[in-house]
T-cell receptor, first 114, second 112 residues
C-alpha cells in the first residue's frame, strides 16, 4: 500500500516570501503521478500542480513549482512571491498509474501574513 | 461548463439513520470517486464508479454503498450512521484513461 507523509502540520510566512512544503511517499510502483491540491476555507479541493513520475523535469505552474526526487521519494512544493490568497490547506497526493485513486497526506496548513 | 456539483451542502442526521449524498460530474467525465475527509485529516478514498459499476473500493464497511446512473451522476449512501461518520464527503470526477480528478465542493455531514 502506498503512503504519503507531510511532516509540516502548519507553516506561516509573510506575503511575497517564498515557502516550501515537504512531502514524502512510499511505494513500490514504478509508474505513478504526484499532485499538490489546495483546499481553502471554502472546502473546494483545487489542483495546484501535477508531476508524472516518468518525467525528469520538475513541473512548474506560474508561481508554483515542485522539486521531484524520485530516488528519495520526495515531492516538495515551492510557492514563490506568496500571496494572501495562497492561505489554505495543502495536500500532497499519490496515484498509481491506471488506478485513478488518490492517496492523500495529512495536509499542511499554510498561512500567508500581510 | 459546470464543474462537479454536490448536494446537499450541509446535512445533520441522527445516529442510526440513513443518508444519501449526490454528485454530478463535470461535463464529459464518466468516472466518479467518493472520498471522506474527517476534520483536520486528508481525504480517504471510499469507492469509485465507472459504467454504473463499483470499480474500486477503499477500506470502508458495507454500510457505505453507492450507485452511478446512466448520465454518470452518482449517489453515496450510508446506513446505520455512527458519530464517526461525521465528515466532509467529497466527490471527484474524471475521464477514463485520464488521471486528473476534479473535485466538487463537498457535503458536510454531521451525525448527532
Amino acid at each position: 500500500a502506498q503512503t504519503v507523509t507531510q511532516s509540516q502540520p502548519e507553516m506561516s510566512v509573510q506575503e511575497a516570501e517564498t515557502v516550501t512544503l515537504s512531502c514524502t511517499y512510499d511505494t513500490s510502483e514504478s509508474n505513478y503521478y504526484l499532485f499538490w491540491y489546495k483546499q481553502p476555507p471554502s472546502r473546494q479541493m483545487i489542483l495546484v500542480i501535477r508531476q508524472e513520475a516518468y518525467k525528469q523535469q520538475n513541473a512548474t505552474e506560474n508561481r508554483f513549482s515542485v522539486n521531484f526526487q524520485k530516488a528519495a521519494k520526495s515531492f516538495s512544493l515551492k510557492i514563490s512571491d506568496s500571496q494572501l490568497g495562497d492561505t489554505a490547506m495543502y495536500f500532497c497526493a499519490f496515484m498509481k498509474q491506471g488506478a485513478q485513486k488518490l492517496v492523500f497526506g495529512q495536509g499542511t496548513r499554510l498561512t500567508i501574513n500581510p | 461548463d459546470a464543474g462537479v456539483t454536490q448536494s446537499p451542502t450541509h446535512l445533520i442526521k441522527t445516529r442510526g439513520q440513513q443518508v444519501t449524498l449526490r454528485c454530478s460530474p463535470k461535463s464529459g467525465h464518466d468516472t466518479v470517486s467518493w472520498y471522506q475527509q474527517a476534520l483536520g485529516q486528508g481525504p480517504q478514498f471510499i469507492f469509485q464508479y465507472y459504467e454504473e459499476e463499483e470499480r474500486q473500493r477503499g477500506n470502508f464497511p458495507d454500510r457505505f454503498s453507492g450507485h452511478q446512473f446512466p448520465n454518470y451522476s452518482s449517489e453515496l449512501n450510508v446506513n446505520a450512521l455512527l458519530l464517526g461518520d461525521s465528515a466532509l464527503y467529497l466527490c471527484a470526477s474524471s475521464r477514463e484513461q485520464f488521471y486528473e480528478q476534479y473535485f466538487g465542493p463537498g457535503t458536510r455531514l454531521t451525525v448527532t
